[in-house]
């Protein structure tokens, strides 16, 4: 390649996936571009242009439509352009050049003869959308990992030990009844002490129940005998990851080939949340509103020390949301202290995002009070006193009062189990779209203190109509439509769905609440009780209503968008800013752009997916 | 106008047969597009020549860039950028424009080799180059210098183009809108940093694209009426 082209060879190199390359690569793919100037209504790719290419908006500005003419995004400087990479969708798009456009275009056969050595350039240009998000999220949580606190601890610290064994030669029954005895899921064979090999709880279904063998086989016969082991002095991060790869979750830790524990996934996950734990096992001991307040103030640290230490959204929601749940149990407990014992059973319920356990630091308050049925006059200004404790107290802690009134505080929500009932009934049985909207908040609602089993009975019965409401469902799903995820971007806008632009993302409403949303619907068509979205996801994965490959996907949107989120925040934080969800796209690098694009539009599909169902 | 045209290939080929045998020989003896051509299907080469002055006769050539157009698209393969071999000191400021050192010079080629690879390129072609003076009078006068004498080059001139259409209209304008850079930013077209032979050919055959596009209708215009 001529030096002069330089300039060229430079902004092919900062295009991502090309920003992934070594420059001697990116060299011999300028070498190979060809420039084009597309008029102003011109067709793209040109009509002389028969064979798969790639093209790269150096200026100008073209959109993407579909057959039908409706908008799927644009382009403009810097953009890349996949589609015309497979020759079966040249006639699935059409491009109409909006600006008199100079694009660089390289034949797709070349390029991936070029970048053969590195396949994740070939993919992020040959991958769907989902794809590309999945392996965004693989990256990121590969990284997260390096940061994480795992890197600093030894196998040794979090290991499990002595270790229940049996002696080779003993049954699989024997074996079993170990295991059983001991509630724990593998279990180490040895001879003489020295370890032989190991079975799991799926070992005994798999190679023994569903293969029909007698349970007085020794068990020599169904254990894993190569067996993968760590030592003591290995890293837990160094640990965690031979168990991912080789997707493990029980290895045995080997000293000079004597068993000295093992060591399953969930010990190294467990060690994650420490210091959320810490906070809250403090918040638990407090004795006064001002300590209450003081431990609140360093809930923006908490979610900064969640990022750092590499956690993903859901790993921040979990931490953040578990502090505003200790402070509230704090508070109804030195409530209690005050105003006495709870004249009648009675639960402190949440609702909204920390129901689901997707807080970051300072969400507002949405809170409600289910009291027993035998609810009279004479106690009703204890339930009173102690809503108005706790969400002052709330409010103080910095859980701003909620603007809608969804409080205790509010009579309408203090109520008795049975009111509470009649008001599931009517949004389930007499659904008005405005109504719920407003609503759709108790469909998250999660007890926090108190008597369970009121929430449980109600959210049973209201599981049972929902499956069955169509016209509850169909309500619940127009207004979960109302929030659209944007196209993407446009030079330094955000582009909106019917083609106008804005200065800002938002995240939580252009991203996040549309994925909650959706989840929500499949939990109450499938009569799931889970409130959180990622779990929501995980069980609605393969039903009726959704998809598992619909599910991963809507998994890896939300992770990505919510990530995104909490590092903006984890920035605001690090600034002394108040933390927000708006991005400007001047934020957001050419890559993090991509991979939103991606995640609209696994969001787009599947809203598109559940509009067409009902 | 017409006649002048028919002009170049009856030119073309009586400059063939006095040409010596060798890369001016050869250069003519490929005949140019036809000039009722739509311009997008003829093959062009724009080309850019650094030079220490602007008198062919005083100054000399330091470095010649240039890269082909081909079926409607520049293609960055094509690209050539050559430093030639000049006698005596480069003045401070040719140093500074071209970003070529003595030292870089004395790397370079010989104008021969550097005159007959370009010819090589051109045959058949169309020369594409902003402000045509400069290359057609160093490009004949070294073609005098190596082979006795000046053959034809079709030349299609960028800066002309923008001219034409300025001067049709009744506003005065300043000559420097004529310039490469300044006609690029009119165009929106990106800015190149780069001041040297072969990313101002590029930048010229960028420039000449817009321009195309700017002056044709449904289809693009035929080579006589861009031609110099």
Partial sequence: ?614 | MLHHLFGYEAKRKRSLRKAPDGALKEFLSVPFPAVQERVDNIPILAVDFETTGLSPVKDQILSIGYIGIENNEIRLASACHKVIQTRGKLAEENVVIHQITDDAKFQGESLQDAVEDLLQALAGKVMLVHYARIEKSFLEKACLQLYGMTPVFPIIDTLMIAKRRLDKRSVAYDPSELRLFTLRDRYALPRYNAHNALSDALATAELFFAEVAKMSGRSSPALKSVLL
């Fill in chain 1, 1 to 614: 390649m001529e030096i002069e082209l330089k300039e060229i060879r430079d902004f092919l190199a900062s295009i991502p996936p090309f920003d992934r390359l070594p420059m001697p690569l990116v060299e011999k793919l300028t070498h190979e571009t060809s420039i084009r100037y597309i008029r102003r209504g011109l067709p793209l790719p040109p009509v002389d242009v028969t064979q798969d290419r790639l093209y790269l908006i150096r200026k100008g500005a073209l959109s993407l439509q579909s057959t039908q003419g409706k908008l799927l995004g644009k382009l403009s400087e810097g953009d890349i352009c996949t589609v015309f990479c497979m020759s079966g969708n040249h006639d699935k798009f059409i491009v109409d050049v909006e600006e008199d456009t100079l694009v660089y275009t390289i034949p797709c056969e070349i390029l991936y003869e070029i970048v053969h050595d590195h396949p994740t350039v070939a993919d992020f240009i040959r991958k769907t959308a989902s794809q590309r998000l999945k392996d965004a999220v693989n990256t990121m949580m590969n990284e997260a990992a390096l940061t994480s606190p795992l890197m600093h601890t030894s196998t040794q610290e979090l290991m499990h030990s002595p270790v229940v064994s049996v002696a080779a030669g003993s049954s699989i029954y024997d074996a079993a009844r170990s295991m059983a005895d001991n509630g724990i899921s593998s279990l180490m064979i040895t001879d003489n002490d020295k370890p032989v090999g190991i079975v799991t709880n799926s070992d005994i279904l798999q190679r023994c129940v569903a293969a029909r063998l007698s349970t007085d086989s020794p068990i020599d016969d169904i254990m894993t005998k190569k067996m993968l082991s760590v030592t003591s002095d290995s890293s837990a991060y160094d640990t965690l990851m031979i168990m991912t790869r080789k997707h493990i979750h029980h290895l045995p830790v080997i000293d000079d080939g004597r068993l000295s524990g093992i060591i399953t996934v969930t010990d190294l996950i467990r060690q994650e949340g420490r210091n959320s734990a810490y906070l809250t096992s403090a918040i638990r001991k407090a004795d006064s509103i001002g300590a209450l307040i003081e431990y609140s103030a360093t809930i923006p640290q908490l979610q900064l020390q969640l990022v750092k230490m590499g956690g993903t959204s859901e790993h921040v929601g979990k931490g953040i949301t578990a502090v505003a749940t200790a402070i509230t149990c704090r508070l109804i407990e030195l409530a209690e202290a005050e105003l006495g014992p709870a004249p009648l059973p009675y639960a402190w319920v949440a609702a909204g995002s920390q129901a689901r356990r997707e807080q970051t630091s300072h969400s507002d308050q949405d809170n409600g009070l289910i009291i027993s049925n035998e609810l009279s006059d004479k106690e009703r200004p204890w339930f009173e006193a102690l809503a108005r404790y706790v969400c002052d107290g709330l409010d103080a802690c910095g859980y701003v009062y909620c603007p809608g009134h969804i409080m205790a505080t509010n009579p309408k929500w203090r109520q008795t189990e049975s009111v509470w009932r009649n008001y599931f009934n009517t949004w389930i049985n007499q659904p008005e779209p405005e109504a719920l909207m407003h609503s759709s908040i108790f469909f998250d609602l999660r007890t926090i203190h108190g008597d369970k089993s009121l929430l449980e009975r109600i959210r049973k019965e209201m599981l049972q109509q929902t499956r069955k409401s169509t016209l509850f469902l169909a309500h619940l799903t127009t207004n979960a439509m109302k929030l659209r995820p944007p196209l993407g971007f446009f030079r330094d806008f955000v582009l909106i769905h019917d083609g106008e632009h804005n200065d800002t993302l938002d995240l939580k409403h252009n991203g996040i609440a549309p994925i909650v949303d959706l989840a929500r619907i499949y939990a109450l068509t499938e009569g799931i009780s889970e409130v959180n979205t990622a779990k929501r996801l995980k069980q609605a994965a393969g039903s009726a209503s959704l998809s598992k490959e619909g599910s991963a996907n809507l998994l890896d949107a939300l992770i990505f968008i919510g990530t995104l989120r909490t590092q903006h925040q984890a920035k605001q934080i690090t600034n002394g800013l108040d933390i927000d969800n708006f991005m400007s796209p001047v934020e957001i690098s050419r890559l993090e752009r991509e991979h939103l694009k991606d995640a609209f539009k696994v969001i787009q599909t599947m809203q598109a997916t559940l509009e067409r169902r009902r």
